[in-house]
């Protein structure tokens, strides 16, 4: 009922920088939450940023500084816009939408299906 499409993952050197999106469609009345989670190899799933529908964002430590996040709310879009880039980060990136569908009073949460990003000389 919700489509969630992540894009803009791919290989980047150290020290550089990659640009993702998240685009949320269907049957949505209002989105709330939106946020970016990475899972590398062998680890759990781990939330990098998230930002509520008023604005306010949320850091992993790991990442402060070097990466923001934010959104469009006329387009159901996140952004995570990440700089000085290093190999620790490479890991598949997951977008995941909350908020409620049209039409009802049912919440609804919803995973992309992740965009790798690779950190490597």
């Known amino acids: 009922q919700v489509q969630v499409v992540e894009s803009g993952g791919g290989l980047v050197q150290p020290g550089g920088s990659l640009r993702l999106s998240c685009t949320a469609s269907?049957?949505?009345?209002?989105?709330?939450?939106m946020g970016w989670y990475c899972q590398a190899p062998g680890k759990q799933r781990e939330l990098v940023a998230d930002i509520t529908d008023g604005g306010d964002t949320n850091y992993a430590d790991s990442v402060k500084g070097r990466f923001t996040i934010s959104r469009d709310n006329a387009k159901n879009t996140v952004y995570l816009q990440m700089n000085t880039l290093k190999p620790d980060d490479t890991a598949v990136y997951y977008c995941n939408v909350r908020g409620m569908l049209s039409g009802s009073p049912i919440k609804f949460a919803s995973w992309g299906q992740g965009t790798q990003v690779t950190v490597s000389s």
């Open positions: 269907g049957r949505i009345f209002r989105v709330d939450a």
